[in-house]
């Protein structure tokens, strides 16, 4: 049964069990419907505690019922009916009561959680708003500041903070069954506290909601549900309760049809099985209990701090003692980070570092399950490493590369048991960035690519599985980004109307930005490798910026000028000097046909490493270019927004 009935005297206990999560399906909606009727027709029953089974609260929607017409009893009404019961609910919570889930909680007369539960109301994510009194009933209960940020950022909030808040009424510790009864007895001793929806909430002045106007407009980057959430919670300090909730539920009704909205179930689902492909279901990855990393620069630590994160003891090795230090220095300076943003405590960020034994020794590495090789992007020199590595790990241990452009076969080349190798390509800062591009080469063991796999989910990253080319798919559809926007500077069109076109589209920064934080060197190097590999590679207008030593911000110019102590752009003179002789007379274009330009190239090139096997899906691309490269996330990736789905 989902919904079942127990007694402890005259407290009911009703448990809801609809695995995995619990969510919110039309047999459980019934059978709380059900189960408000039966509790209030029995005279023998005072209060009700309203308890799940398995790992969660209920978690939210029931994400089949995505798209398909909504089933009675509706959630608003059960809501309503559960806070109209005769008898007080207490909602107990552990893991996490999020979406519909928290607006069942809130229909309750009290609300008590473990100390490690969290509650939230993350439908802006979703591309909608609350749509069973998530963003009238909030404030109500906590008031107008913290319904603000709890329903436009769509984050969760854990136990200790929604108590102080007003969210919930008690974090209880030890068993929370027994916790929930208690406290429901003892709230019988007290007059009750009114239904939530008839709290009186306090109504901010106009200059509050235009100052919070102006913060979410710039934390939601173009999305359109993180203001229109802002629109209900002033309703719903403003109005009277139902109309409040009239406008809620039509608001939620107008974007549950929107574009941006159905980008962004395209990207719910699409993350959803990224880190289970179903080819590989049945293959158990090996275990992952000790890792190394080779290579303490700026990419290597950031994967050191990420396997730590994670709770793996972590091997770095470096080829001498002057950059074992520096590589512990980097990897301090992330933690050390994390510090002063409040992320970690001292004491955690001094345990995180203590588990990493930095050497010289390549036989430090002869019991570790999976190590990782970060070093500079030139074959010989990750060759020499696998060579090392071929010598000294267990026959058994996952062998990895990070490159970025390099071949990996050509890496793997000669190292013995080749099918435990594959290329794990993190990007940069690997401790932050979610995207995890898999690249297995032809031996790859499907043990071995499971382990890839694995290891994206112990690190809760995004995991793309991609062929072998050059730059994979990421790097790929980049390349091609950046000369279809060159291309159009050489049609005349300025670069930054294209910058800024792309920032309208939704992206934080435009090509020529970008390339200026991180350095149009990277770019040129690779492509002089590639010249001097005997490749014909034609002249870029990066390659004139970096020979006239414009190399981004670090050299005070690229695409524009810097002025000390300032990232801000400037156009530059110089550049228009430099370019002259490649650019065609000044040329309009509209933003708008600017950005669908260049996503119709990135498009394009998606569809060709379709076509060529390099990626297996559509959304695979997709997810690649949201979590590796910022592409507006509401606007589902460019696949998506193209039209190529399936």
């Not at 934390?219 to 109309?243: I, M, N, Q, S, W």
């Not at 000294?392 to 996952?398: E, G, H, P």
């Not at 792309?502 to 490798?529: T, V």
């Not at 274009?589 to 260049?598: K, T």
């Amino acid at each position: 049964m989902t919904v079942t009935i127990a007694r402890q005297g005259e407290i009911a206990v009703v448990t809801v069990d609809n695995p995995p999560v619990n969510a919110l399906s039309q047999a459980l909606r019934q059978g709380l419907w059900d189960a408000v009727g039966t509790l209030d027709a029995d005279p023998e029953v005072r209060a009700v505690v309203l308890i799940c089974a398995g790992r969660t609260f209920i978690a939210g929607a029931d994400v089949t019922e995505f798209g398909k017409p909504p089933q009675p009893p509706h959630l608003p009404d059960l809501v309503d009916r559960i806070e109209g019961a005769a008898k007080p609910w207490v909602a107990a919570i552990h893991g996490s009561a999020l979406g519909g889930g928290f607006e069942v909680a809130m229909g309750c007369r009290f609300r008590v959680a473990l100390p490690d539960a969290s509650v939230g109301l993350p439908e802006v994510t979703l591309g909608i708003v609350p749509g069973a009194s998530g963003t009238v009933r909030t404030p109500r209960l906590a008031g107008a500041e913290l319904a603000v940020e709890l329903v436009t950022s769509g984050r969760p909030m854990r136990a200790q903070k929604a108590a102080v808040s007003g969210l919930i009424d008690a974090v209880v510790t030890g068993d929370l069954l027994d916790g929930a009864v208690g406290f429901a007895r003892e709230a019988l001793t007290r007059p009750l506290p009114a239904p939530v929806s008839a709290r009186p909430v306090a109504a901010p002045d106009a200059a509050f909601w235009a100052e919070k106007e102006k913060s979410v407009t710039k934390a939601a980057k173009g999305a359109a549900a993180p203001l229109r959430a802002l629109d209900c919670l002033r309703k719903a300090v403003e109005a009277p309760f139902p109309e409040a909730m009239a406008y809620e539920r039509a608001t939620f009704l107008e974007l549950r049809g929107s574009d941006q909205a159905a980008a962004l179930r395209h990207v719910f689902f699409a993350e959803r099985t990224a880190p289970r492909p179903a080819a590989l279901r049945a293959v158990d990855p090996l275990p992952l209990r000790r890792a190394a990393v080779i290579g303490g620069g700026t990419m290597g630590a950031g994967i050191a701090a990420a396997l730590r994160g994670a709770g793996l003891p972590v091997v770095l090795v470096e080829r001498d003692d002057d950059a074992v230090a520096r590589g512990i220095a980097n990897l301090r300076g992330i933690f050390d980070g994390a510090v002063r943003r409040g992320r970690l405590g001292t004491a955690q960020a001094e345990e995180l570092v203590s588990g990493v034994t930095a050497t010289t020794d390549y036989a430090a590495l002869a019991d570790v399950d999976l190590v990782i090789e970060a070093v500079f992007e030139e074959i010989g020199v990750k060759q020499a490493v696998f060579e090392q590595l071929g010598r000294v790990c267990r026959a058994d241990a996952v062998l990895a590369t990070n490159t970025s452009y390099l071949d990996p076969r050509k890496i793997a080349a000669g190292v013995p048991g080749s099918e435990r190798f594959i290329g794990l390509h993190f990007f940069s800062p690997a401790n932050v960035m979610k995207l995890l591009e898999i690249v297995p080469v032809p031996e790859t063991s499907e043990q071995v690519l499971a382990t890839g796999f694995a290891l994206a989910r112990l690190l809760k990253k995004i995991p793309v599985r991609a062929g072998i080319c050059e730059g994979f798919i990421g790097n790929r559809i980049l390349k091609r980004y950046r000369a279809a926007a060159e291309a159009l500077v050489r049609q005349g069109v300025a670069i930054a109307e294209i910058d800024a076109a792309m920032r309208a589209y939704g992206f934080a920064m435009g090509p020529f930005e970008a390339q200026d934080l991180g350095g149009l060197d990277i770019a040129y190097l690779q492509r002089e490798g590639a010249r001097a590999a005997g490749q014909d590679v034609p002249e870029t207008l990066g390659d004139i910026l970096v020979r006239a030593g414009r190399k981004g911000q670090k050299t005070g110019g690229g695409w524009y000028d810097y002025v000390p102590g300032d990232r801000k752009p400037q156009p530059s003179s110089t550049v228009t000097g430099l370019l002259a002789g490649q650019i065609a007379p000044v040329a309009t274009m509209e933003r708008n046909a600017i950005a669908a330009h260049l996503v119709a190239e990135m498009a394009a090139e998606g569809q060709a490493i379709l076509t060529e096997a390099i990626a297996q899906l559509p959304a695979d691309i997709d997810l690649v270019e949201i979590h590796g490269y910022g592409f507006p996330r509401w606007r589902g990736g460019p696949m998506f927004a193209t039209g190529i789905r399936g």
